[in-house]
């Protein structure tokens, strides 16, 4: 089994001999670096010192510090009809909460975000497919405008803009202006929020008794749980139903399962507490592909949807190439190298967007061209082209420290749409995955 690791790109490297092999082509001034190195389980600690801001890939400052900001919120209600004007994009799949980037340089999409940005400065995100009738998913994600920059560059019209994921959609009916640009009627959905499934049989002194714990006190603790559970003995379902439709106990679930693939490397103290906002804010990090992501969207309900995505996050342990099934990575390499967390979404000068989920480590992947430290998407890093060593997939960048004191030195920032997670089950077999709802 290969691994990519910097340390090879060292002549030296203090690496088996044997277990390294360095080859360099020069393609019109391109260069090719395909290494033999390390087996992926001598390999099991991260680096220990970790100095970079990991507000700065939030602030998207590729993009330019300038941008003009914009304040307030939209919120439409819940299952109304709205008229939205839609943005098809390939690869994405909108989730509320979600910062997404836009490099616009059609002059039908500038035009129509002028316009956005006269009213509510709202507009729709819909993933774009074949297989969708009209050729956009049927259901979508608002997205309101929180920063925007027009310019004009030699006569060429660029637009930049910064998003925020607000509410799910429906759509109901697309109509095509004369100018190309698509509108929406769509009804807006709602998130309904399960109660307390043993709301009804407490006694009072549950939440007074409950007002007084501390603060800190988690749904694990022993007490705690025994009396959250106390009053199921007087109903005919055991105290594992009532658990499976408690919110509070499905969030610590999967926060144990998220310390489990990042390894430390995750804040909690910045991850939404409201298990709507929590649920949405799994499912944006999850490296699942586009009608994966799409089945989480349509669920309406947040238990749901987090009873999913544990089932998910249990099953799944290896990332893989999307196109040719080789494995890429372990799920204990992903980190967070942003406050939005291990995934977030960023934009090239062309203006394609790509979902990249960074690790600290990779394999089965060679480097194309040399480090370039324009548009970076984490400053202070150069990045370097990837891509798979089996079927040559772009699978997404490299990003080197360009400063000695730096840390982490090195990591792998992969794209979303170029990875398949594994999944296992019971016999030690993968297979793909489907959500329980």
Same mark, same amino acid.
């Given at each position: ?16 001999? #044997? ?33 970079? !801001? ?23 209600? !819940? #299952?109304?009809?709205?008229? $939205? ?26 035009? +129509? ?20 009738? %009209? ?28 998003? +925020? ?16 640009? +698509? ?7 709602? !998130? ?103 089945? $989480? ?21 290896? =990332? ?6 080789? %494995? ?10 942003? =406050? ?26 060679? $480097? ?51 990875? +398949? ?17």
């Amino acid at each position: 089994m290969d691994e990519v690791h910097d340390e090879d790109f060292d002549s030296s490297s203090d690496s088996e001999p #044997e277990a390294q092999e360095n080859i360099e082509m020069n393609i019109n001034d391109w260069r090719i670096n395909i290494r033999g190195v390390e087996d992926h389980e001598k390999v099991k600690k991260r680096p220990a010192k970790f100095n970079f !801001d990991p507000s700065l890939p939030t602030a998207h400052s590729y993009l330019g510090n300038d941008l003009e900001e914009y304040s307030g919120r939209t919120i439409h209600d !819940d #299952e109304s009809y709205v008229t $939205l004007p839609l943005m098809p994009l390939n690869n994405v799949v909108l989730i509320p909460g979600q910062t997404i980037p836009l490099q616009l340089l059609d002059p039908r999409k500038i035009s +129509m975000m002028r316009h956005v940005l006269q009213k509510d400065r709202t507009f729709g995100v819909v993933s774009v497919g074949q297989d969708f009738e %009209q050729g956009v998913a049927s259901v979508g994600t608002t997205a309101e405008i929180y920063s925007v920059k027009e310019n004009d560059e030699n006569g060429l019209e660029n637009m930049k803009i910064k998003a +925020m994921g607000r509410q799910r959609f429906k759509i109901m009916d697309i109509s095509r202006q004369t100018d190309g640009n +698509m509108v929406a009627k769509v009804q807006i959905l709602p !998130d309904k929020e399960i109660l307390d499934p043993l709301h009804g049989a407490r006694m009072n002194s549950y939440y007074k008794q409950r007002a007084l714990l501390p603060h800190k006190q988690t749904i694990f603790d022993s007490r705690r749980r025994k009396n959250k559970l106390l009053e199921s003995q007087f109903t005919w379902w055991p105290p594992w139903v009532y658990q499976m439709y408690d919110s509070e106990y499905l969030m610590a679930l999967i926060k144990e399962e998220l310390r489990s693939w990042y390894e430390g490397s995750i804040t909690f103290s910045t991850i939404p507490e409201r298990p709507s906002d929590f649920s949405f804010w799994v499912a944006s990090n999850i490296p699942i592909n586009d009608s994966q992501r799409l089945l $989480l969207l349509k669920v309406n309900s947040p238990i749901q949807r987090m009873r999913c995505e544990l089932d998910l996050l249990k099953k799944c342990t290896l =990332l893989c190439c999307k196109r040719c099934g080789h %494995q890429i990575a372990n799920k204990t390499d992903v980190f967070c190298m942003s =406050l939005d967390g291990p995934m977030a979404a960023y934009v090239n000068p062309g203006g394609y967007i790509h979902e990249t989920l960074t690790l600290y480590r990779a394999q089965n992947l060679n $480097l194309i061209g040399r480090p370039s430290k324009e548009n970076s998407w984490f400053p202070g890093y150069a990045w370097t082209i990837i891509q798979c060593r089996h079927c040559s997939s772009h699978m997404g960048w490299k990003f080197s420290a360009t400063k000695r004191k730096l840390k982490p030195e090195k990591f792998w920032g992969l794209t979303r749409s170029a990875l +398949m997670p594994s999944m296992s089950k019971e016999g030690g077999e993968t297979t793909s995955w489907q959500p329980i709802l």
